[in-house]
Every structure is written in structure tokens, then in C-alpha cells.
């Protein structure tokens, strides 16, 4: 027989439970974030109660009766099971309401979110990755949006513009992206330092390869802690808006437009005006919970 048939296959040793000890580590300090654990339970209830709002819901929220305004709350003496958070001034269902009013808040939060975060991202990349002019002017026109309160911009251009959901949803858009552009331009420019991003360009890549590849995933933690953060803020401000009657307007079931709708009702039946404000302070705690929770969990002292 031949030597060589003596011979047997030699298995190079890998690593054990390398990947598995990472995701269990990560797990763990997931498990201990209990900021992070109670807002995303929050939200998360908020996010199905959204989606499946017409199973939840007991009435059309839209179908007015009169014989039933202002029903109270069941524990009240004078309320009933068949409406348990009772009626508004219309005969409408204050349950169903608030289920599809979920939907308009957490529309309007991501969809902010989104629209500001795209501005916002590309003009911080743009500027920490080239410096230069490209700093300069990303620079001066997030100065010049700071220069502007979003609040009196948004009631001025929804005056002019006229108001709608959309409309509302794409002037906070347009108006919330300035923090974005900060974070991101000092996280780029930190990025941009490291020798991934100097091997990446040695090897010819290209710089829209570089910041999609190497640039963008590495500062993905902090775009998402800004992004939980700015859906909360444009939560508040069309809350803010319609309740000055330029926000969302009826018969949508906005929390806001809700509070707005029962101002002259808080004497004779406040949790018209409890109610929906509780839940809109609810869905804001939540998103400032999981916000803060992400930052902790993506900050370099906890992942050490």
C-alpha cells in the first residue's frame, strides 16, 4: 500500500459558538436595557393596535349618533359597556376613535422620520465625508433652518398651503431634518478616519460604493436613536397643529384634532380631553424610552 494511503484528512479546528456567544451576549444586554425593553413593548402594543384597528375596534369611528353624546366612560355612574371609553360631542364611538387615531400618529411619526431622515442623512454624509465647500454649505443651511421655529414656518406654510394630512406630514418633513444633518456629519466624519474607509478607497471603489458599503452601516446606531427621537417631535407638533385647527382636519380621528374638538367640553366632560391626550403621552413616553434604550445599547461604554 502507498504512504499516502495512510493518511487521513486533516480538519483545521474553527472556532466554537464564536457567533453564537455574540448573539447571546447581545441578548443579555438587551434583556438588562429595561429602557429599551418597556418602550419597545409599549410601541409594540401601540403598533398592533394600529394595524389591526378595524378587529379592535367596536364601531365605525366615523358614524355619528346623536342619542348618544358625550356618553361617559364606563366607570362612570352613567356609563355603559356598549361604549367603554363613552362618546364625543357627536355620538361617536371614543374607543374606535382612539384605535384609528393610533394609525395617524404612528403614519405621521414614521413618515417624518423617513422624509427628514433621507434630507438630513444625505446632506451629513455629503459634508463629513468631503469637507471642504460641501461642509461649508451643509453648514450654513442647517444655521439657516435653525434660524426658523419649526412651529411658526409649519402653522405659516399649512395657512398658505391649506391643511391635510399629507400636506402636514410633508411640511414636517421638510422642516425636521437639521438634527439629522448634524449627527450625521460628525458620526461620517468619524467614520471616515477608520482604515476600512482608507482601504476601500486604495482599492478603487467608488465613493457612492464607499458610503453605501462602509460609511452608512457604520453610523446606522446613531441614524436610528435620531430617528425614534424625530418621530416623537412630529408626533407632538401635528398634535400641536391640530389642535390649533391647521393640523389634521375632520372627520379623521387624530388625537389631537380629538383634544382640539373637546376644548369647549373639559368643564362638563374632561376625558374627552384625557383620554386622547393620555394616550398621545403614552405613544411619546414609549418612543423616548426605546429612543433613549437604542443609545445606550449602541453607545461605545455599553457595547464594551
Known amino acids: 500500500m502507498s504512504s499516502s494511503a495512510n493518511h487521513s484528512p486533516v480538519h483545521i479546528p474553527k472556532p466554537v459558538g464564536s457567533q453564537t456567544s455574540r448573539r447571546r451576549t447581545l441578548w443579555q444586554r438587551i434583556e438588562q436595557n429595561k429602557a429599551l425593553t418597556i418602550g419597545c413593548g409599549l410601541l409594540l402594543i401601540i403598533i398592533v393596535i394600529a394595524i389591526f384597528a378595524p378587529l379592535f375596534s367596536p364601531f365605525d369611528p366615523y358614524v355619528q349618533d346623536l342619542a348618544y353624546r358625550t356618553v361617559p366612560p364606563v366607570w362612570f355612574e352613567k356609563g355603559t359597556w356598549l361604549h367603554p371609553l363613552g362618546t364625543d360631542q357627536l355620538g361617536r364611538d ?13 403614519l405621521i411619526g414614521i413618515s417624518v422620520a423617513c422624509i427628514s431622515g433621507l434630507i438630513g442623512t444625505t446632506m451629513g454624509m455629503l459634508a463629513g465625508y468631503f469637507g471642504g465647500r460641501a461642509d461649508m454649505l451643509v453648514s450654513f443651511l442647517v444655521t439657516t433652518r435653525l434660524s426658523m421655529p419649526v412651529i411658526l414656518v409649519a402653522l405659516a406654510t399649512v395657512a398658505i398651503v391649506g391643511s391635510s394630512l399629507w400636506v402636514v406630514i410633508l411640511v414636517l418633513g421638510l422642516l425636521k431634518w437639521d438634527r439629522f444633518a448634524v449627527v450625521m456629519r460628525s458620526a461620517t466624519q468619524q467614520v471616515r478616519a477608520m482604515e476600512y474607509v482608507s482601504a476601500a478607497q486604495s482599492a478603487g471603489a467608488s465613493t457612492f460604493r464607499i458610503l453605501m458599503t462602509e460609511v452608512l452601516p457604520n453610523v446606522m446606531p446613531q441614524l436610528i436613536v435620531i ?13 400641536a397643529l391640530s389642535f390649533l385647527g391647521l393640523g389634521v382636519q375632520p372627520p379623521l380621528p387624530s388625537w389631537g384634532l380629538m383634544i382640539s374638538e373637546a376644548k369647549s367640553y373639559m368643564f362638563f366632560s374632561f376625558w374627552l380631553i384625557a383620554i386622547p391626550g393620555t394616550a398621545l403621552a403614552i405613544l411619546i413616553f414609549a418612543i423616548n424610552l426605546a429612543g433613549d434604550g437604542l443609545h445606550q445599547l449602541f453607545s461605545p461604554d455599553e457595547r464594551a
Open 94 to 106: 371614543y374607543l374606535s376613535r382612539l384605535f384609528y387615531g393610533a394609525r395617524i400618529s404612528l
Open 227 to 239: 430617528a425614534t427621537l424625530e418621530a416623537a417631535s412630529a408626533i407632538l407638533l401635528e398634535a
